[in-house]
C-alpha cells in the first residue's frame, strides 16, 4: 500500500521491518522488497534482493520475471535474457498444468500466468529490438564507408 502511494522511505522501512521480525514468509518478504525497489528503480538492489528471495525458497514464478527486467533495466542483457527464459518456461509450464482442469480458481490462474508469459515475451521481443539498434548503432559507420 505505501508503495503505491509513492512513499518510497515508508514502504522500504516497513518491509525491512517484517524481514527483521519473522522467519515465516520470509522468501514472500523479501519478493515483496524486491518488488517495492524495483517500482522505485532501485534496480541493483532489487537483483541482491531477487536472489535473497529465491535461497529463502518463495515461488520463483514472477521472480525470474523481475530479475529479467531488472537485468534489462540496467543494459545487462545476457543476464536479462536468461532469466526472462526461465520465466517463460516457468510460466509455460504453469500454464499447461492448470490446462486440463476448468474451476474457477485455476482459470484465474491460468489466466495470470498467461499475462505474465505475454509480459515476459514482450520484454525478450524488446530486448532483441534494443540489441539490434546497439549493433547497428556501433558498426553503421563502417557501412558509410
Do not use: P
Not at 522468501?27 to 524495483?38: A, T, V
Amino acid at each position: 500500500m505505501l508503495a503505491e502511494n509513492d512513499m518510497e522511505e515508508e514502504a522500504i522501512d516497513a518491509i525491512e521491518q517484517a524481514i527483521k521480525l519473522t522467519n515465516a514468509f520470509r522468501g514472500e518478504h523479501y519478493h515483496n522488497y524486491g518488488k517495492i525497489l524495483f517500482k522505485f528503480e532501485k534496480y541493483r538492489k532489487a537483483l541482491e534482493i531477487f536472489e535473497k528471495s529465491i535461497k529463502e525458497h518463495a515461488m520463483v514464478d514472477e521472480i525470474y520475471l523481475f530479475l529479467g527486467k531488472c537485468y534489462m533495466f540496467l543494459e545487462e542483457y545476457d543476464e536479462a535474457f536468461e532469466y526472462l527464459k526461465r520465466a517463460k518456461a516457468v510460466f509455460s509450464d504453469r500454464i499447461e498444468r492448470y490446462q486440463s482442469t476448468n474451476s474457477k480458481k485455476n482459470e484465474q490462474e491460468k489466466k495470470r500466468y498467461k499475462e505474465l508469459l505475454d509480459e515476459a515475451n514482450f520484454h525478450i521481443e524488446n530486448g532483441l529490438g534494443v540489441l539490434l539498434c546497439l549493433y547497428f548503432r556501433d558498426n553503421i559507420k563502417y557501412w558509410r564507408d
